[in-house]
C-alpha cells in the first residue's frame, strides 16, 4: 500500500512485491526482486503504473554481532531497472543502481526488527538519486513461514509505502 503526504495526500496506490533471495556464502546472500505498481495520482496526472527489476548482493557481518548476537548488520548492493511512469521511485526509467546499509536485531529466535535505509539512482545520471528509510518487524511462525510488516519512505518522494510480506524458507 502507497499513500501520499504533504502536497500529494489525494494520492494512493497498491505495490505487488516478489522476492526470491539466495544464499551465496554463510554470510551473504543474492536476492531477485520484481516490482510492479499501480498508483491513483490524482494531484499530478490520474492512473499511472510502475515496474522495476532488481538484483542486490547482500553481506551479513555476522562475525562482527555485539550484544551477544542480538545485531545483525549488513551492506548491499544492486543493480536494476525501473520503468517508472508514476515517479515513484526516480525521475527518469532505465538501469539504476543501489547501495543498502542496515541492521537486523534479534529479540527472539522467531522475532525481529529490522531498520535500515538504501541509497539509489540512475545509472545514466548519478545526479538523479533519493535515500529511502525502511523500518519493519518479522515474526517465523515456524521454521518454513512467516510474516513480517514494514515502512519504507523516500527522503524526496512524498509518499509513505506499508508492507505486508508472506516469508517463505526453504532451508
Do not use: C
Amino acid at each position: 500500500m502507497a499513500d501520499g503526504d504533504k502536497q500529494r495526500q489525494q494520492d494512493s496506490g497498491d505495490v505487488l512485491s516478489i522476492m526470491a533471495n539466495s544464499p551465496a556464502t554463510q554470510s551473504a546472500d543474492w536476492r531477485l526482486a520484481l516490482e510492479y505498481g499501480n498508483y491513483d495520482l490524482d494531484s499530478i496526472a490520474g492512473d499511472k503504473t510502475s515496474w522495476g527489476l532488481t538484483l542486490d548482493y547482500i553481506m551479513h557481518y555476522d562475525d562482527y554481532v555485539f550484544q551477544n548476537g542480538m545485531f545483525r548488520p549488513y551492506f548491499g548492493i544492486g543493480l536494476g531497472y525501473f520503468r517508472d511512469g508514476a515517479q515513484m521511485h526516480l525521475d527518469d526509467n532505465g538501469i539504476n543502481w543501489s547501495l543498502m546499509v542496515g541492521s537486523e536485531m534479534l529479540f527472539t529466535d522467531d522475532l525481529s526488527m529490522y531498520f535500515g535505509g538504501s541509497f539509489y539512482g540512475m545509472w545514466s545520471d548519478f545526479g538523479d538519486n533519493d535515500w529511502k528509510w525502511d523500518v519493519g518487524f518479522t515474526w517465523w511462525i515456524n521454521d518454513i513461514h512467516g510474516i513480517s510488516i514494514d515502512y519504507q519512505r523516500p527522503a524526496e518522494k512524498d509518499f509513505n509505502f506499508i508492507g505486508l510480506k508472506y516469508l517463505y524458507s526453504w532451508q
